[in-house]
């Protein structure tokens, strides 16, 4: 079975370039989800999608990120403008989860940003 | 606010001893608590979950407890070998089993030979 795959693996922007990371989950799984993770942090969600709806987006900073799931598949994160705390980890997840229950979370390698 | 936390030092044991890593919560009272593994470069791998009525759970080398009434989690490794070396993240869930998870900043082992 195919993990969940993200691309781009690195990333490197001038602060006020816009930047999109890109997400496939594993084929099935209804729920899919960003995380930011900053050095010598833990994961931070950003938005949580079930199928192509939005469960919860209340820690994603909406004046400048930006994400979509419009076929309830594959997903885009995007930032624009970067500022230089956008720095981090981007993770991608998903899980099998079409609404109460409990499931692991399968991640992906993650994008790291560096924006200078 | 809700609040999490591990050890924020570096655990460095012998191989062979029982790792034990430690994670508290306060203003929450979740349904369950997962463990996650990361290493460098990596995004972070399950390992175990434990429900809220649950007091142990056990997977080869690993066990978790979980305390409600001292908001605590410890997770243990057993015969611990320098390939456990990683970071070990503890993850509660927010919503009561809608896999909403917040997650502590980790506690980095480091098994020596």
């Known amino acids: 079975e195919a993990g969940v795959a993200q691309s781009p693996r690195y990333k490197i922007i001038e602060k006020r370039q816009s930047v999109a990371f890109w997400c496939n989950p594993i084929s099935g799984h209804a729920t899919l989800y960003w995380y930011q993770q900053i050095l010598g942090q833990g994961p931070k969600l950003l938005i949580q999608f079930q199928n192509n709806g939005v469960v919860d987006d209340s820690q994603l900073p909406k004046d400048r990120f930006s994400a979509e799931r419009l076929k309830g598949v594959d997903s885009t994160l995007k930032i624009q403008p970067a500022k230089l705390e956008d720095s981090a980890v981007y993770l991608c997840?998903?899980?099998?989860?079409?609404?109460?229950?409990?499931?692991?979370?399968?991640f992906g390698p993650g994008t790291r940003l560096t924006v200078l | 606010s809700q609040k999490i936390e591990q050890n924020s030092e570096a655990l460095n044991i012998q191989e062979g001893k029982t790792a034990t890593l430690t994670c508290n919560y306060t203003n929450y009272s979740p349904a369950y608590l997962q463990w996650y593994r990361q290493d460098p470069g990596r995004g972070p791998v399950f390992l175990l979950l434990?429900?809220?009525?649950?007091k142990e759970k056990r997977k080869e080398r690993l066990k978790v407890t979980f305390d409600t009434t001292l908001k605590q989690s410890l997770f243990h490794i057993t015969a611990s070998q320098p390939a456990d070396s990683a970071t070990y993240l503890c993850a509660l869930d927010k919503t009561g089993g809608y896999n909403k998870l917040i997650f502590g900043a980790g506690t980095r082992l480091a098994v020596h030979p």
């Open positions: 997840a998903s899980t099998q989860s079409r609404g109460r229950g409990v499931y692991e979370q399968f």
């Open positions: 434990i429900r809220e009525n649950e």
